[in-house]
């Protein structure tokens, strides 16, 4: 109960600050550029599922939409339009839309009705983005563009299951004459000869008014002559699939055979409200490819589905409007003046940048189609008194050769309850800044996951015991004892390397799993049950040594606090950088540095003062440190960095002085990112949601993909899962959270990921930190910098 009450009260101050921030945007507006955008949707009619659920999708990101314009000067409108699922609507609404100004749409979802405006919309310079039109005919160089792939790339993928299948020989494929059935039918007629199926017959069904009885009949006749290895393919609108099921569901052919079907009804809930045809459903084993959430757990996904309050479950195509609005500001955010084929161009070009709702880089083609695709595997089941979709795997479609079919057993732990996850963070002290920042994430990223376990059928609830380590490694040693003593299985934190020092014996000797969202000395790259979520101190050393010779630095002096953090540093430093280093030190608990600038300001005379750096290896403390740095000192005459522990400091902006002096030495720090130069819209979302001060350092994302992490494995495992279980799941489980995809290594550290540098711009506020360039340590790009 208690819980209960905490998580309304939570949300109700979310709530209360988005309505504030909500007048306070609109009082602002006034000054902000209009982007008007067009968006034609079937919010009526046979493909009504989709348009509706298309339509709260771009309702619900255009909030966080326009926060994320408002600092670039833009905002985005949306005029929203019913084509009634009829493609004569659709152009009478294109061009009215074109009438009232508007050249940038969204949509049309159907491929008939695509068809239909495409002429209109290439005569007139209209951009169009849909959101699902998939048919391959539209696939031309025109001003026609997809976040989705080709039905080829489904049919494809659906082929392969069905040749998987060993008793099945023959097919017989309905489908909804319109462009979009006609072309899917083709495909399946063409890929299953060459995997050596064969197509027995086809069955249209006519999209306006289908006489259901009649196309009942022909099916049945088709059914009657077939063998026991044939099975059924539908590809249709959802509803116009449960009224065709209605009249074939007492067929005792039909009933028997196994079925497939297209996007549009795998994974569609509404589909099994009906309890005639969910039992149709389930006897017919329908199995099916579609876009959706349902069975990712270790993904980003089931967040987005979260925020979009249930509109995936209609349609699998809320997500990929969702990415489509995204990309249009992305797009326009670059250069909102641009003529029209610069606009379209910029729009491929971002694309290529964006990383998409499934995690994936939204990349097109010559012809604005997506290139690759990532299909979930449904099947229909029944469970206890209800129809649910159950996931059997993904298939991934590189755009080149056959796709990847990967079977997995997704499952819902019966046992669930509450389950206690111990927090230790610096809440005060010198780490506090952070640690009060990932407190907030910590308890955002609960009630996400919370949700997200009750919207899977689950009773399974996490609740944080936080302890405040005091930023001080005993203090943190006896709250861990503490957490440990109350039958903790788990712990986040703590965040600073020293302290996660003091506190691993007493982990290691209970098996207790932790993850460290921020740890990254290189002592602690061990086989245990830490595990950290960013890249560690020698990868961060390598980026710091790129960037001082790209800058032309040959002798650096590192100033660094005397703990196990500092000390990696400045020895990793030494072994990575190519010039001369030099470091010297202070106690943690210093607070006059008088005596460590002194020792700095000597090393520094000793050399070219053009080509010499000091880099600061600091906490909290760092404003006072360089508040002391005296007027005279050599140490005003060189450059300054900095590492990640104090990357956009928030500190130094807030202190005048410091903020002065980092400025007049072009102080530069550094700090791990997840997503590189990826524009990943949730990253901005969590910022709004969090409503911290200024953006937070990408770093601390890691903090909400470990909850999501332990609560997937408490999830899938039940509440009674023993540690080494636990441990297991963490260790080796491919994740793909918020924070982009987690590989980790042997050690339980992070393998993949980037570091972006920062450097303070002035502006009318005052003061901010600056993106300016990247180091990458990832897939394609292993140790190369890049700067702006």
């Not at 943190?476 to 004892?481: F, T």
């Not at 299985?489 to 020092?501: F, Y």
């Not at 999501?708 to 636990?726: P, Q």
Request: glycine share 6%; hydrophobic share 40%; net charge negative.
């Amino acid at each position: 109960m208690k819980k209960s009450i905490i998580i309304v009260i939570i949300l109700f101050v979310l709530a209360m600050g988005l309505s504030l921030v909500s007048s306070q945007t609109s009082a602002s507006n006034s000054n902000l550029k209009t982007v008007k955008v067009g968006a034609l949707l079937p919010m009526t009619g046979t493909w009504k599922d989709s348009g509706t659920a298309a339509e709260k999708s771009l309702n619900t990101a255009l909030p966080y939409v326009n926060n994320y314009l408002k600092d670039k000067g833009l905002q985005i409108t949306l005029d929203i339009r019913d084509t009634q699922s009829d493609p004569a609507t659709a152009l009478t609404e294109l061009q009215s839309l074109k009438q009232d100004g508007i050249n940038t749409v969204i949509g049309p979802m159907i491929s008939d009705e695509a068809m239909q405006v495409l002429a209109y919309a290439n005569d007139n310079a209209m951009l169009l983005l849909s959101p699902s039109a998939t048919a391959s005919e539209l696939s031309q160089p025109d001003n026609f563009f997809r976040m989705v792939s080709t039905d080829a790339s489904q049919v494809v993928g659906l082929t392969q299951i069905i040749k998987a299948n060993n008793r099945i020989k023959n097919v017989i494929s309905i489908y909804v004459d319109d462009t979009y059935g006609r072309g899917y039918d083709d495909l399946i007629k063409q890929t299953s000869s060459s995997e050596g199926i064969n197509v027995i017959g086809s069955v249209p069904i006519t999209s306006d008014n289908p006489n259901y009885e009649t196309i009942a009949a022909s099916l049945k006749e088709l059914a009657a002559t077939a063998d026991s290895n044939t099975a059924v393919i539908i590809v249709a609108p959802s509803l116009t699939a449960s009224e065709l099921i209605k009249q074939v569901a007492s067929d005792q052919k039909l009933a028997t055979m196994k079925w497939f079907a297209s996007a549009d009804i795998i994974g569609n809930q509404t589909i099994l409200e009906d309890a005639q045809v969910g039992n149709f459903l389930v006897s017919t084993e329908m199995e099916g490819l579609t876009l959706g959430d349902k069975g990712i757990a270790l993904d980003a996904l089931p967040y987005i589905s979260s925020l979009l309050d249930g509109a995936t479950n209609y349609s699998p195509f809320a997500i990929t409007t969702w990415d489509a609005l995204w990309l249009l500001a992305d797009t326009y955010s670059q250069a909102p003046d641009a003529d029209f084929e610069t606009l379209k161009d910029n729009l491929v070009s971002c694309a290529a940048n964006y990383r998409n709702a499934f995690g994936a880089y939204n990349i097109m083609d010559g012809n604005g189609d997506t290139k690759g695709s990532t299909y979930l595997r449904y099947i229909c089941l029944k469970e206890g008194d209800h129809y649910t979709w159950n996931c059997k795997g993904h298939i991934v479609n590189l755009g080149t050769g056959n796709p990847i079919i990967k079977t997995v057993e997704w499952k819902i732990a019966a046992d669930a309850k509450a389950v206690q996850v111990g927090v230790l963070l610096p809440l005060t002290g010198s780490h506090s800044e952070t640690g009060k920042v990932i407190e907030r994430i910590l308890n955002y990223a609960v009630i996400q996951f919370d949700e997200y376990a009750k919207s899977c059928g689950s009773n399974l609830e996490l609740s944080l015991v936080v302890e405040d380590t005091q930023s001080d490694p005993e203090v943190a040693k006896k709250a861990a004892k503490k957490l440990i003593g109350m039958g903790v299985q788990s712990i986040i934190g703590p965040i600073n390397s020293t302290e996660l020092e003091a506190v691993k014996p007493l982990l290691d000797e209970t098996g207790t799993v932790e993850i460290s969202p921020l740890s990254t000395i290189t002592s602690l790259s061990l086989e245990d049950h830490l595990y950290r979520l960013i890249l560690n101190d020698k990868v961060e050393a390598t980026a710091l040594s790129a960037l001082l010779k790209h800058d032309g630095i040959e002798k650096l002096v590192i100033i660094n606090t005397n703990d196990s953090y500092g000390n990696d540093i400045a020895s990793l430093m030494k072994q990575s950088f190519s010039g001369t280093v030099k470091s010297v030190s202070y106690d943690p608990a210093e607070t006059d540095y008088s005596t460590v600038l002194s020792e700095a300001d000597t090393e520094v005379k000793t050399g070219d003062l053009s080509k010499t750096a000091v880099l600061a290896v600091s906490y909290n403390e760092i404003a006072k440190l360089l508040d002391s740095v005296g007027e005279t000192s050599d140490l005003n005459q060189v450059r300054w960095y900095g590492t990640d522990s104090i990357a956009r400091s928030e500190t130094i902006l807030a202190d005048k002085k410091a903020v002065a002096f980092a400025n007049k030495v072009n102080f530069t720090s550094v700090d791990y990112s997840p997503y590189g130069n990826t524009f990943d819209p949730l990253y901005y979302v969590i910022n709004d949601e969090v409503q911290t001060e200024g953006l937070l350092n990408e770093s601390t994302i890691s903090s909400f993909d470990a909850i999501w992490l332990l609560g997937c494995a408490y999830l899938t495992n039940g509440t009674a899962i023993d540690v080494e279980t636990l441990n297991n799941y963490v260790a080796t489980n491919p994740f793909h959270g918020v924070g982009g995809v987690l590989k980790l290594d042997q050690n339980g550290d992070r393998q993949f990921g980037y570091y972006k540098f920062y450097h303070l711009v002035e502006n009318n506020d005052g003061y901010s930190w600056q993106n300016d360039g990247i180091y990458s340590q990832d897939f394609i790009k292993t140790g190369v910098l890049e700067m702006n």
